[in-house]
Structures are given as C-alpha cells and as structure tokens.
C-alpha cells in the first residue's frame, strides 16, 4: 500500500506546550503553570448575550467574513485602541481564533521559497503554518539582554532578498515582551527599506501594564503592509468560543477570504453575536482582569528575586519566561524533573523556539492560591538543584 501521508505533514513536530499539560493532567495533586488560558470565566454579559442568541434561533451562518454588525464594533475598537481605521466590509474578516488568520495570512501571501522572518522565542504556530504555506521560516533570535525585544541588528544578521513577511509577536508570548513605539520606530525604517510585509499579532494587545499597547500598524506607511490579527480568548477570556479577527489591505483580505470561506465557511455564530455585546459593554471587565494579572504578574517578579531566579521583567500578555542557566541542565530536563518531583507543569523554552533553551515559560494566568503553592515548590526544587551542586 502505498504511503498514505503527507511528507510535508509528517515533518511538523507536534507542540511542544501540550506534551507537559496532558502529563499533568493525568498526575494527582499536580499545578499546571503550563496553559496560556485565562482562569476567569468569559464575562457575565457576553455568556448572556451568547445564551441569548441560541434561544432566538440565531443558529444559522452568517456571511463568509463574519456578521457585519461585528465587524463594524472590531474596526470601532481598533480605532479607538491603535488609531489605525479599517473598511468593515472590505478590510476585515471574523476567524476561528486568531490562530486561523496566522494560517491563512501566510498561504494568501506566500509562494515557495519565499521568506519569513519570525522572531523567537515565540508563539508554536507561526513556524509550521509558515512552513505548511511553502514559506521558508527564518528565525530572528531574541535575547534577555534586550529585554527579548526585537532589533533591527538581529533583523540585520538574517534578512535575505527573499524575505517577504516579518512577523511582530508582540506583547509576546512567551516571553512577556512589549515594543513601545520608541522601540519600534527603527523596525518601521527597516521594514520600508526592505519592502517587506508585516504580520502583527496582537492577540495579547488587552494586556500591556506598561502604558498602552502601540500598533506597528499605526505608523505612516505600514497599514497598507500590516496585517493586524486580534481576537477574543485572552483579553476577554473567550478561549473556547473561538474567535479571532484579521484586518490588513484589502487586496490580501480578499484572498484570505476565498481559503476562509472554502474550508471553514463562517465563525460560530452564537460567539459572533457575544462578541459585539463584549466590544460595546464589557472593556471594564477586561481592565479588571488585566489589574488582576498585573498582581500575580509583580507577585512572580518578587518571588524570583528572592529565590535568587534571574528573569527580566515582562510588561505584557500572562507570562514569565525566567532562566534556569545556573542549573547546568536542559530546559527540557529541568521541566521533566520539575513535574515528576515537585508536580509542577512548566513549558521547556526550547517549545518557542531553539534559543529558549535555558529558560522556562511560566503562565500567571491561574489563581494567587496555585501560584504560591506552585513557587513554594519551585524553591524546594531549585533548593535541592542548588544543595546537589554544592556536595
């Protein structure tokens, strides 16, 4: 018989994130710090107004690009979080989470050979969507030294004449990164220089505690090269309602469209209707839960000075990504040792990417009561890893 797979498919490692969660999972009396979802309940209005629309018979699809009324309350939002305006009808499209723009940004804009740049360490999908597309993803390493922020030096070492897309994963997961717009003014020169076309994730855009979240879109000259990819699973909780956004020039957003609408058809439609009613009435909620991450955000950072654990300060989305060099061994057997001995799940660093070996990505986004049990033993770990160095 002959071979009944894709080879292209068989050569995508799985993630490298779930590996360390389903053994958790399945482990008694065990804390997962491994997960990147939020441990609040989607907000009352929006679950409502979800509710709502199923009792109202709204169970049928709506147009390929999503219903207009949201997508009217994206484009509201947008403007008046980034500055940058968008065409509802023709300049943005309702997805399946953000995870599906990133996957059908990447096959409407790339042919075979074409280049990605992707800053790492960073979020799993980027590297295999870009490589199911035909893209060839070129990593751009981000170092602690530069707070994991991207600079034109390393953009410099790597950019070939075939790079077509840069990818800005910012605020970073999993690093906690944040571009101010000091920050990303040379990246724009680069970017124009270049001709290149920008990929901008900002799934995590809600939650920035360093002032507000600035757009690369919102410079001259970049809306017409940036794809703008949002969604709802983390700054207003709605991970399981599955639902994204995509807004970028309408001559790519079309494209999109077609490979939307031929493999998914049209986002859930009760979580479509949720969304509008979380847009107009619940950014309070959203601003609640951002101050409740910042607590456990800054609770972390003091915990790590005490224990002597080097981590840069993170100023965005729900992580911490603290290294664990002075230990001697691999991320991946540190994190193995971590949950076999102390039953804490932590994510390896090298999940992100090659260059976060020696460093652990750890999620706040679970209650303060999980977080102190899971650094109390975090420090009897590391003090067992200390004492064993110096007998």
């Known amino acids: 018989m002959r071979n009944p797979l894709s080879e292209k498919i068989v050569q995508v490692e799985p993630s490298g994130i779930r590996k360390f969660f389903d053994v958790a999972n399945e482990m008694k009396d065990a804390i997962s710090l491994g997960v990147g979802e939020p441990d609040f309940d989607t907000p009352w209005r929006i679950r409502e107004e979800g509710i709502y629309s199923l009792e109202r018979g709204r169970t049928f699809y709506t147009s390929n690009a999503g219903l207009q009324e949201l997508k009217d309350e994206i484009c509201k939002y947008i403007n008046r979080k980034v500055h940058v305006a968008y065409d509802s009808k023709h300049e943005t499209i309702v997805t399946v989470g953000g995870s599906e723009a990133i996957d059908i940004a990447f096959r409407a804009m790339l042919d075979p050979g074409d280049e990605v740049l992707i800053p790492q360490p960073s979020y799993v999908s980027y590297v295999p969507c870009a490589f199911m597309a035909d893209g060839v993803p070129v990593p751009v390493e981000l170092k602690a030294e530069n707070d994991f922020k991207l600079t034109v030096k390393a953009l410099e070492a790597v950019t070939t004449p075939k790079a077509k897309i840069l990818v800005m994963p910012f605020p970073n997961n999993p690093t906690g990164a944040i571009m101010t717009k000091e920050d990303l003014e040379p990246i724009v020169e680069f970017v124009l220089e270049h001709d290149l076309f920008v990929l901008s994730d900002e799934i995590y855009s809600e939650l920035s505690y360093q002032g507000e979240h600035v757009s690369i879109a919102s410079f001259p000259g970049m809306k017409e090269r940036t794809l703008l990819i949002n969604g709802f ?73 005490r224990m002597g654990i080097e981590c840069f300060e993170p100023f965005g989305a729900f992580y911490v990504f603290p290294s664990i060099r002075e230990f001697g061994m691999k991320s ?48 009897t770990f590391i003090n067992r890893l200390r004492a064993e160095k110096t007998s």
Request: net charge neutral; charged share 25%.
């Open 233 to 305: 699973s983390k700054g207003f909780a709605m991970t399981g309602w599955r639902l994204g956004y995509v807004c970028g020039p309408q001559i790519i957003v079309e494209q999109m469209l077609k490979m939307h609408q031929f493999a998914i058809m049209c986002a859930p439609t009760n979580s479509q209707y949720a969304a509008v009613e979380g847009l107009r009435h619940c950014e309070d909620e959203v601003v609640k839960m951002r101050d409740a991450y910042n607590k456990r955000r800054r609770f972390l950072m003091h915990e790590f000075q």
């Open 332 to 379: 991946e057997e540190f994190a193995t040792r971590l949950l076999m001995e102390e039953k804490v799940a932590v994510v390896p660093g090298t999940a992100f990417g090659a260059c976060g070996e020696g460093f652990l990505r750890i999620s706040y986004a679970y209650s303060l009561e999980d977080l102190k049990e899971a650094l109390g033993r975090l420090e």
